[in-house]
């Protein structure tokens, strides 16, 4: 062997073993639990890190980690979860519909949860138990609401900052700096990032300060570095799409001809009037500035986004009773929860340019600014004082690491158009597109973690277009149906209700019957007629025989009944039809095994 070469070994050798670092991390064992009752070996421990690491001395932070452990030999470097929000409990946050997604990718390597400064056990805890306090009988939009809004989120800082807290250390640089010592005291070498929505904005600038530790990056509702602030353009991309879908299902354009143009007469009439609607003895005003907000910020949730022809409709017809309940809990009554989210979020900032451009959108776009509400308000920026991260914080991120972008063609919170922006700066990426999908696509289709796993072994993985399973539209005279065919059950008898059911899904019927007029019905039905409400859902089921809901409520009756041959069959009908219907896999279970 030549001098050149053994040389070349050895300094291999040296870096190999500097990189590798012994875990001085403490662990205690524990069974980690999804809300639908999965369970999967797990670990938990503290890891600290300094609030603020230009400052000698600095207050600690203790992280909650849990660590899922691998099933692999031999496993690769560790996958860590950057989760949502600004806010979202990175540990909590993927025990729902992220858990079948973490027990895909523990086969490949160790995967590791953990509360961002700020969030969920993570201490200390910057959660407040306030609301945005929005009087109910005025337009969240009016110069009333704001200083409401302002004045309690001034009370809150202040309890914050009266605890010794400082806020401007809740930044996304320093968030990062923590996933690099949590990576450090992991003992890993390198991380492969798997970021979500705000996420994926974190994991861009571990990126940017830390790339020689990044094996791989998956990035999912992508949000860039200057894309705190969206472009209001996108919720008519939105509009457009979900507009299209109804032109092309015949009985619902039947039913609703012009999604858009529909929305636009809403939003027109309630610029003029205003609906003041009482509901639970509270007055509540639902103004057109209102509705957007309530929009946009429900416009990652996929069953919102599916029943948004429904809430369309019924506004048209001038029911307002739905959505002033919205407007109560989601803008006026809304939590305020983790004040980390609002400096965390105002400190990435927003280029010159991209706030020109959204000032310029937002005068036409179909939800105006509603989007970036209220965080483009400057005096509520004022409450927070963020230490603005910068022009150079926001260029895009140029890499050479490897990365998995994964995207909803349905999702109003994160754009394609700015994935695309973003993945221009990678060498070498991909982009997995699902349509149908809003803002969390991972448990729409089996094949996003297949993928997921592939790439996260070092397999390549190339661009695909995938479509969500099971997403179907709720149409605007579901109530109406619904209530056709329950009064027919009261007055006539179920059976006369399912030969009307079977008539509405018929060719010569104009009506659009979805699989949710079957649910609807049933859930009015269940808790005074068991036998007619299981009667419906197997007429339901003639209709819709791969509707995993459907399924899973009729395996619930069989249950009751006592028939446990016919709840197996049920529950493994639901779970053959929707491989992410934990709920269903797991009463399964426990059934094949009494």
Do not use: C
Not at 192 to 218: D, F, K, T
Not at 317 to 343: C, E, F, H
Not at 568 to 590: H, S
């Amino acid at each position: 062997m030549s001098l050149l070469l053994r040389l070349s070994l050895l300094m291999a050798m040296t870096a190999s073993l500097a990189g590798a670092q012994t875990s001085s991390i403490k662990w205690t064992p524990f069974v980690f639990t999804s809300s639908a009752g999965d369970t999967l070996s797990a670990d938990s421990a503290r890891v600290s890190v300094p609030e603020n690491r230009s400052r000698p001395g600095s207050a600690r932070i203790s992280l909650a980690v849990v660590r899922v452990r691998s099933t692999a030999a031999r496993p690769g470097a560790p996958i860590i979860y950057l989760a949502g929000g600004p806010g979202g409990a990175g540990i909590g946050g993927v025990r729902g519909d992220l858990f079948p997604t973490v027990a895909a990718l523990r086969t490949v390597s160790d995967v590791i949860l953990f509360d961002q400064r700020g969030t969920g056990a993570t201490l200390p805890s910057l959660v407040v138990r306030t609301t945005f306090g929005v009087p109910l009988n005025i337009s969240s939009s009016s110069p009333e609401a704001m200083q409401a809004l302002i004045a309690r989120s001034t009370a809150a800082a202040a309890e914050v900052r009266g605890r010794g807290i400082d806020l401007t250390s809740y930044n996304t640089v320093e968030n990062a700096d923590d996933v690099d010592d949590l990576r450090k005291a992991l003992g890993a070498n390198k991380l492969i990032l798997w970021g979500h929505s705000y996420g994926s904005h974190l994991g861009l600038a571990y990126l940017r300060r830390h790339e020689p530790r990044v094996e791989r990056a998956i990035l999912g509702g992508i949000n860039g570095l200057d894309h705190r602030r969206r472009f209001p353009r996108d919720a008519d991309a939105l509009f457009s799409r979900i507009d299209s879908i109804v032109k092309a299902t015949p009985k619902l354009r039947g039913v609703m001809p012009d999604f858009v143009g529909t929305t636009r007469r809403v939003f027109a009439r309630l610029a003029t009037n205003p609906a003041m609607v009482r509901v639970d003895s509270q007055e509540i005003l639902v103004s057109k500035e209102d509705v957007q907000a309530v929009i946009a910020v429900q416009s990652g949730n996929q069953s919102f986004v599916q029943r948004l022809p429904w809430i369309i409709g019924r506004l048209d017809a001038g029911d307002y009773s739905w959505m002033a309940l919205q407007v109560r809990d989601m803008i006026k009554n809304r939590q305020l929860g983790t004040i980390m989210t609002y400096p965390m979020d105002l400190a990435s900032g927003v280029s010159t340019a991209r706030a020109r451009q959204i000032r310029e959108e937002a005068r036409t776009a179909i939800l105006g600014n509603a989007i970036n509400y209220p965080f483009d308000d400057p005096a509520f920026r004022a409450v927070w004082t963020p230490a603005d991260l910068g022009p150079q914080f926001r260029t895009p991120v140029r890499s050479k690491v490897p990365a998995l972008f994964i995207s909803g063609t349905l999702d109003g919170r994160t754009s394609l158009g700015d994935a695309e922006e973003v993945r221009k700066g990678f060498r070498k990426s991909s982009h997995v597109i699902l349509a149908g999908a809003a803002h969390t696509p991972y448990a729409l289709n089996p094949a996003i973690q297949e993928i997921m796993v592939r790439f996260a072994r070092g397999e390549e993985v190339r661009d695909a277009k995938l479509r969500a399973a099971n997403v179907e539209l709720r149409g605007p005279d579901e109530p109406q149906l619904i209530e056709e065919l329950r009064a027919l059950v009261t007055t006539r008898g179920v059976e006369a209700a399912i030969q009307r059911l079977r008539e509405m899904a018929g060719p010569a019927s104009s009506h659009y019957l979805s699989s949710f007029v079957v649910s609807g019905l049933f859930q009015s039905l269940v808790s005074q007629n068991r036998e007619a409400a299981a009667a419906v859902l197997s007429a339901g089921l003639e209709l819709f025989p791969a509707n995993t809901f459907l399924l899973t409520r009729l395996a619930e009756v069989d249950v009751a009944k006592g028939d446990k041959t016919a709840a197996i069959a049920a529950y493994q009908r639901a779970v053959a039809a929707d491989p992410f219907n934990r709920a269903a896999a797991v009463q399964l279970a426990k059934l094949q095994s009494q």
